[in-house]
């Protein structure tokens, strides 16, 4: 019987073990994709204690504490941080076979130096010793970042956002990983959405371009993305939980803006039509500034009414959707590649039956760049163990595993960048297996070089980092 998350916690083979320990372990992390704040990294935020650092904005862990009983006041009420830190330590002890109990002992671990168990019982001393290190200087979001070897972090940004922060943090001598803004335009795209005219109206603002037709929107997103892209952003970021595209000429685009510019309502087919044009324009700029594209799709959102209107979104009341992608997303990309317009673009389904979807659809536009279309990482309720083995055996089935960009932390906090860890540990794992079996030769020298490109390399490549 093994130890419990010892040395080679998810390590099974000796090469799984070499691979991990020579060539993934001391790797510096590219986090391309997080929701981290610029602010709070430039003001190097400090954590008065452990479940200000853990539970304040988890969404993950709130899920479990729902589904273990605990009141939502100990959850994201009024209740006292201490009080809310016991009802975790209380959960964890029920979330085994879930990864919130490797991640959680994993930050123990790495950042407190603590392998005592999480439980009701151990939870006062792991308190006391965990708040003592917060409090006692050296864990600030700054130090976290070092701690955890990050090179690049990517935040995710709206297009009306100053990215005052991110200036700041570039002219700052005393901190040298870069911190770069991604462009999230999901607003620009939500025509039906409650608060879509005011944040056209704050767009307009932002750009200095009167938006009074489509045109003049058009122009002031490209006024962003040329802002964002002097700010050096690299990739942008669409959130499509139900993807539709319709061929649609700038004509009828203009006219569904107008309508709604009047305040009328749009119809949901004309919506897939002002989407399918607003979102082939934007892939054609991001094209023109050889940034990456990517698409999160297949997400359920907000579907607890009364949460919703108590809590608001991202509180964890979201699930897996089960729409159907493989024709819209097809005929989006090919609508690109038709103008010679598709940038790099990386594709992630929340839905893992989606799996050899995009496995196989990402094969019909590569050409140019290595890995030019991406099967995106686990995301989000895969990016567990089966999860995360899933995709890349999926991508190994129908692709080139070894040109994979490999992980990031889709997270708001500090201390989930043992996820690289995890996720390094099972590429290993899945090559020493593949050795073991036979499958692939025992050549360290190639295979080590997969694994360094898979876990930081490739990743550093694509977007030219």
């Known amino acids: 019987m093994k130890k419990f998350m010892d040395e080679n916690f998810l390590l099974s083979t000796d090469m799984a073990k070499t691979l991990y320990n020579t060539y993934?372990?001391?790797?510096?992390?590219?986090?391309?994709?997080?929701?981290?704040?610029?602010?709070?990294?430039?003001e190097n935020k400090t954590f008065q204690n452990i479940t200000e650092a853990w539970l304040y904005g988890d969404h993950y862990k709130w899920r479990a504490m729902r589904a273990n009983g605990i009141e939502e006041e100990c959850i994201t009420g009024g209740a006292k941080d201490y009080d809310k830190f016991l009802a975790w330590s209380r959960t964890i002890p029920m979330t085994i076979g879930n990864p919130l109990y490797n991640w959680t002992h994993l930050e123990?671990?790495?950042?407190?130096?603590?392998?005592?168990i999480l439980n009701e019982e151990t939870a006062p001393s792991i308190w006391g010793e965990v708040n003592g290190k917060l409090t006692g200087g050296g864990y600030g979001a700054r130090d976290l970042i070092n701690k955890s070897k990050v090179e690049v972090i990517c935040t995710t940004d709206d297009p009306i956002d100053t990215l005052e922060y991110h200036a700041k943090i570039k002219d700052d001598p005393d901190f040298d990983?870069?911190?770069?803004?991604?462009?999230?335009?999901?607003?620009?795209?939500?025509?039906n959405l409650d608060g879509y005219l005011q944040w056209v109206d704050k767009l307009a603002e932002v750009s200095g371009i009167q938006i009074s037709d489509y045109n003049d929107f058009l122009n002031a997103l490209q006024s962003r993305i040329e802002y964002?892209?002097?700010?050096?952003?690299?990739?942008?970021?669409?959130?499509?939980?139900t993807l539709m595209y319709q061929e649609t000429t700038k004509l009828e685009a203009e006219n569904i803006f107008t309508k709604a510019l009047t305040g009328q309502k749009v119809s949901q087919d004309e919506e897939k039509k002002y989407k399918s044009y607003t979102l082939t324009f934007l892939?054609?700029?991001?094209?023109?500034?050889?940034?990456?594209?990517?698409?999160?799709?297949?997400a359920l959102r907000n579907n607890n009414t009364k949460m919703y209107k108590q809590l608001g979104p991202d509180t964890g009341f979201d699930s897996i959707n089960d729409g159907l992608i493989a024709e819209p997303l097809s005929h989006l990309l090919d609508a690109l590649e038709r103008d010679d317009a598709l940038p790099k673009t990386i594709l992630y389904s929340l839905n893992p039956k989606d799996n050899y979807v995009i496995g196989s659809l990402i094969g019909n536009f590569q050409g140019g760049v290595p890995g030019k279309i991406q099967f995106g990482t686990a995301w989000w309720f895969n990016d567990q163990k089966d999860g995360m083995l899933e995709q890349m055996k999926a991508l190994a089935n129908l692709g080139l595993f070894s040109r994979f960009i490999g992980m990031l932390t889709d997270s708001r906090s500090f201390l989930s960048y043992t996820r690289h860890?995890?996720?390094?540990?099972?590429?290993?794992?899945?090559?020493?297996?593949?050795?073991e079996n036979g499958e692939v030769p025992n050549d360290m020298e190639m295979l080590g070089g997969i694994v360094q490109g898979i876990c930081y390399q490739n990743a550093k490549d694509y977007f030219s980092f």
């Open 24 to 42: 993934a372990k001391d790797l510096p992390i590219i986090d391309y994709h997080c929701h981290l704040s610029p602010k709070e990294i430039y």
């Open 108 to 116: 123990l671990q790495r950042y407190f130096d603590i392998y005592d």
């Open 177 to 191: 990983v870069k911190v770069l803004p991604s462009f999230r335009p999901d607003k620009a795209l939500e025509i």
């Open 228 to 241: 964002f892209n002097t700010n050096g952003c690299r990739i942008s970021d669409h959130a499509l939980n």
């Open 283 to 298: 892939g054609k700029q991001y094209a023109k500034f050889e940034w990456a594209m990517q698409f999160h799709i297949q």
């Open 421 to 435: 860890e995890y996720f390094r540990r099972l590429v290993c794992e899945l090559i020493g297996e593949w050795v």
